[in-house]
């Protein structure tokens, strides 16, 4: 049997327009092949959309049910998920690297996968490939290298039933062939080594799973995006992170006649447009103004719609504003629906193209708006009658939308002749004036010279009552500002009636008030332009003055330039603006001054930005670093000048009046939170900018220093600093900063003196990286800065550089044996402020017996030692040394026995050595317990080391031998481990290559310090 074509089919109906019955077909299709678990707020159930729709249409029943038959037997579309695969975090590391290269493997399995199903956990557990034809699987680009691939990769997967399909995804990590030493290289940890012996039982190039996602599509939404689990084939590792997916269940090939034969988002536009305007004429039944909110099942339509047909956001925006627009100039109902629409074009439109029919379509639109709004405006008196609830309302909406219309980036891209909307507005509210007063003079028509006079009265009391309501009403809608006198003359007028009002002290009394008893009312609304102008003026003549300024001190006595007089004059015609304004309303009075103050404020952060670049300016021309340091000089003189005027203003401005003025209307702590607080903003600002220019100068000042100012490594030929460079470097500091002192303010000066101190420490400190200079000879410099007091104080010069330097200078003056010492000094005493155990400890008993000589060392045991072995245990001994070896050549190295797989040796051992007491009261000497872990063919690992200082022997200070070796106290030691990172004192002795001792001494802390277990 021939099929009918369908539009012949529904012209038959009845006599249905072709474009209602075909576009009903459109909606009946789309309710028929509905896709998508429905969302909360939309309507599931598909009888009530078909009711809804009915209405929306108009149809009879006959004539629904007759569509409703060839929707039917239409051939149902080709259903398709738009799957996007975003990104994924947390998965697995699968390489050696502790990586992996993650791609994925996608698809639709056709069979239902129930829950209920004996083999559905089985099943769960298959992978893609072995469930889905390869010709039906979409794979991503390998991710090389991370655990948070971000793929952003989009595909069409086509199925034929919601029911029984389900949509998988496996995440694999791509192997390919390596060589076991490329492999190797790619080693971090022990983890990995486990990687590598077990791809060695795997197939080559076999890919490893790393979790997958199985999904039934009768459990999706139309659209959907979220974080899905990657769900794993064992338990091996359950957690294997996430994956980010996106869903949209769209049609293909639907066979709709619209869907054939017209642009999805016109198929959508007319759609929307009917079921907007039903929802329109349903609120206009109720008597009640549409909103711009759809009801539940038109939003349910449309969004089915949309998806169905995979309508970008973007085109059904524009369908939206093409339908709203055209409503707008038939039905009535709120403008300001159409706003939405505007903003979404605008911040859409730089990322969307559309076709030339599209961009006539949518110019078509706003020229046709724009038409409509102002013929709206022509006639406002009727369209908006003020006798009509909320007309005022709706005629400000009419013309936002129109003011937004016109500044959109569309409507001047495709609008090539861009009206002047203020100008069509005025030239329609002139025209509708014209034709208003003729129409209300044609419906007067006088029979007789009385009526006639009659008639003429009420059209004047008419005219004249039109015009008061645009005086009232109408004229801040459509005028931005009114013709007035300039604020010049007002204010001058205004200072007059205030002198007269001044002048009723003199007038005899009077029963009732004086007219010009509230005269400043009349000038509120001038207030504003009043201080705008005065602002405008002050602020003018500051950048004037900026660039007349050649910053040269004005005068033999001032240390400022010329533009700080003219800022003076600027703050003093503001104050007497205040003074002469002498507003008499407190609380507004109170505005006023913020107002003022606020502008005072920016006009002094103005003028450090520009004299900033005046004096930049000035350089470049000159290419003069002394004239440039100089201009620097004056800038920061005239910043602290500034800032003086503006710490005057509270008493000039008379804050403490005002204060009294409004004590009862505004409370006291308002007034400090915005008066005070704002200056004291603009002071701190005013503060750092002197700090920066300081900066800047001191810059400036360095490099214009000679050679021996400079960091030796900028030199690298110039002579290390000496007592020979010391001098002249001394002399053109006393130079400089004399000079600077006679160009500065004494707050400045010690700014700047501070700044070169830092620097010159800094050189000096860079100086002694490469020699060891002595440090008398830099303490001169410390007196030049202090200057007998009249420099920079002591607690200023001894920062914590100056400290550091001075002790550094110290190491660098000692000697080698001197250096060892301290070293071992400084090993003592961080033994002594260590408490942590976290390497063990060892325990032993000392005594020192004067008569003989001897210190007897009884090395009891030691505990909580680290498993240095691979079987988790360790080969202790102790190995005993007198240091530093210098002050004890003669004693040997004492070692106990090594405990085999011992963390807690019992030794039990006693060692006696014979030295003076003397040498254990030298600085540094010390008992030096280093534990060792044995290992037979590699060197001894270190367990950790413990500093015992002879200063602290028990019978050290005794006359006679009283100590009694039984009740000697055990000491317990922590046992610690050198830093890493090295030692100042190791640096020094190792710049020592001539030096044998220190050399060999460096070299045993080195070996020490590589077998540390210390991060720092």
């Known amino acids: ?86 990104e994924a975090k947390g998965i697995l590391g699968k390489d050696v690297s502790g990586f992996s290269d993650p791609y994925c493997l996608l698809g639709i399995e056709a069979k239902s996968q129930e829950p209920a199903h004996p083999d559905h956990k089985k099943r769960m557990k298959a992978v893609v490939k072995d469930l889905i034809p390869e010709d039906q699987i979409h794979r991503t680009q390998v991710i090389n290298q991370t655990l948070s691939p971000v793929w952003d990769e989009t595909f069409i997967l086509e199925f034929e039933d919601t029911e029984t399909a389900s949509f998988h995804l496996d995440m694999w990590d791509s192997d390919t062939v390596e060589s076991v030493r490329h492999k190797l290289g790619e080693l971090t940890d022990l983890h990995g080594l486990k990687r590598i012996f077990k791809d060695a039982r795997k197939d080559k190039g076999q890919d490893d799973f790393l979790g997958n996602v199985v999904l039934r599509l009768k459990d999706l939404h139309c659209w959907d995006d979220q974080w899905y689990q990657l769900e794993p084939r064992t338990e091996t590792y359950p957690n294997r992170g996430q994956c980010h997916l996106q ?79 055209k409503l707008y100039q038939s039905l009535e109902f709120n403008s300001n629906c159409l706003l939405h629409q505007i903003t979404s074009i605008e911040y859409q439109w730089v990322q969307e193209r559309l076709r030339p ?45 129109l003011v937004q219309m016109c500044k959109m980036k569309a409507f001047r891209e495709l609008c090539t002749l861009s009206p002047n909307l203020p100008q069509m507005v005025s030239s329609a509210l002139k025209s509708g004036t014209t034709e208003w007063f003729h129409m209300k003079r044609q419906h007067l028509k006088p029979m007789s010279m009385e009526e006639n006079g009659k008639a003429l009265s009420r059209l ?48 005899p009394k009077r029963d009732g008030p004086l007219a010009l008893s509230n005269f400043h009312q009349w000038f509120k609304e001038a207030v504003p332009q009043w201080l705008q102008k005065a602002y405008t003026i002050a602020l003018e003549r500051a950048q004037r003055a900026i660039q007349m300024d050649q910053l040269t001190p004005f005068g033999e006595h001032n240390k400022h330039s010329t533009s700080t ?54 350089s470049l021309s000159e290419q003069n670093e002394g004239e440039a340091a100089n201009r620097l000089c004056i800038v920061v003189n005239n910043i602290k000048q500034l800032r003086l005027l503006i710490l005057k203003l509270p008493s000039q401005l008379d804050w403490a009046h005002l204060e009294q003025r409004t004590g009862a209307v505004i409370d006291r702590q308002q007034i400090q939170n915005t008066l005070h607080n704002q200056l004291d903003s603009t002071v701190s600002c005013l503060d750092r900018e002197v700090q920066d220019v300081v900066q800047a100068l001191a810059t400036k000042q360095l490099c214009l220093s000679p050679c021996w100012l400079q960091p030796p490594c900028a030199l690298p030929n110039a002579p290390l600093l000496s007592l020979q460079s010391i001098i002249p470097l001394m002399k053109f500091l006393e130079s400089e900063l004399q000079y600077l002192n006679e160009h500065l303010v004494q707050e400045n000066f010690k700014s700047l003196l501070a700044l070169l101190w830092h620097h010159t420490l800094a050189v000096l400190s860079a100086a002694t990286a490469q020699q060891v200079p002595s440090a008398q000879r830099y303490k001169n410099l410390e007196l030049c800065f202090h200057a007998e007091g009249c420099g920079l104080p002591l607690e200023t010069l001894h920062t914590a550089a100056f400290l550091s330097l001075d002790t550094h200078l110290a190491l660098c003056s000692a000697t080698s044996r001197k250096l060892i010492q301290k070293y071992f000094s400084n090993r003592i005493q ?36 680290i498993p240095l072995d691979s079987n988790g245990s360790s080969d202790p001994f102790v190995q005993l040394t007198l240091e530093p070896r210098h002050e004890f050549p003669e004693v040997v190295a004492r070692t106990t026995q090594c405990k085999r797989n011992e963390l807690h040796p019992l030794f039990d051992e006693a060692f006696d050595f014979l030295i003076p007491p003397e040498k254990c009261r030298q600085e540094g000497a010390c008992l030096l317990l280093t534990v060792f872990d044995y290992d037979t063919l590699g060197a001894n690992d270190l367990e950790g080391e413990a500093f015992f200082p002879l200063c602290h022997l028990p019978g050290l200070d005794a006359d006679e031998d009283q100590a009694d070796a039984g009740r000697v106290p055990q000491t317990r030691l922590p046992l610690i481990h050198p830093k890493p990172t090295g030692d100042e004192i190791l640096r020094l002795l190792e710049s020592r290559k001539g030096d044998k001792e220190a050399q060999a001494f460096v070299k045993l802390r080195k070996q020490r310090a590589k077998q540390s277990k210390e991060t720092e």
Request: aromatic share 10%; glycine share 2%; proline share 3%.
């Open 1 to 86: 049997m021939e099929q009918v074509p369908t539009g012949l089919a529904l012209c038959e109906v009845s006599a249905l327009p072709l474009q209602l019955a075909l576009l009903y077909e459109e909606v009946l299709y789309t309710i028929l092949h509905r896709l998508g678990k429905p969302e909360q707020h939309h309507v599931a159930d598909a009888q009530e959309l078909y009711a809804y729709v009915q209405k929306a249409f108009g149809m009879d029943a006959e004539e629904h049910s007759v569509i409703m038959q060839q929707v039917k037997e239409l051939e149902s579309p080709i259903f398709c998920l738009k799957a996007t695969v975003k």
């Open 247 to 325: 869903f949209l269940l769209t049609h293909k090939k639907r066979a709709t006649t619209n869907s054939r034969t017209q642009p999805s988002y016109t198929v959508h536009r007319h759609l929307l447009q009917q079921l907007v305007s039903y929802e329109i004429l349903q609120h206009q039944a109720g008597s009640i103004a549409w909103d711009g909110e759809l009801s539940r099942h038109a939003s349910t339509v449309l969004y089915l719609h949309a998806t169905q047909k995979d309508l970008s956001d973007f085109h059904q925006v524009m369908a939206q504003w093409l339908a709203y627009s």
């Open 357 to 401: 029919e599209q961009k006539a379509e949518l110019a078509e639109s706003f020229q046709s708006l724009l038409t409509y709004g102002v013929s709206l405006i022509r006639r406002y008196r009727i369209i908006f009658p003020l006798s009509v609830p909320r007309s005022t309302e709706r005629l400000q909406s009419l013309l936002r939308v």
């Open 460 to 507: 004047l009391l008419e005219v004249v009552g039109d015009l008061q309501q645009c005086q009232k009403i109408w004229n801040k809608f459509f005028i931005n500002s009114m013709s007035k006198p300039t604020a010049e003359s007002l204010f001058q007028l205004y200072m007059n009636l205030q002198e007269l009002y001044q002048m009723k002290d003199f007038l």
């Open 565 to 618: 007089v003219d800022l003076s004059t600027c703050y003093a015609q503001i104050v007497k603006t205040w003074q002469q304004l002498n507003w008499p309303d407190p609380e507004e009075a109170f505005m006023i001054m913020v107002k003022l103050v606020e502008d005072m404020c920016k006009i002094a952060l103005m003028y450090c930005r520009l004299i900033k670049e005046r004096a930049e300016a000035l």
């Open 830 to 865: 961080q033994q002594l402020d260590t408490s942590s155990e976290k390497y063990g400890a060892v325990t032993i008993k000392a005594l020192y017996r004067p008569s003989e000589q001897k210190l007897r060392v009884e090395v009891l045991n030691a505990v909580n030692l």
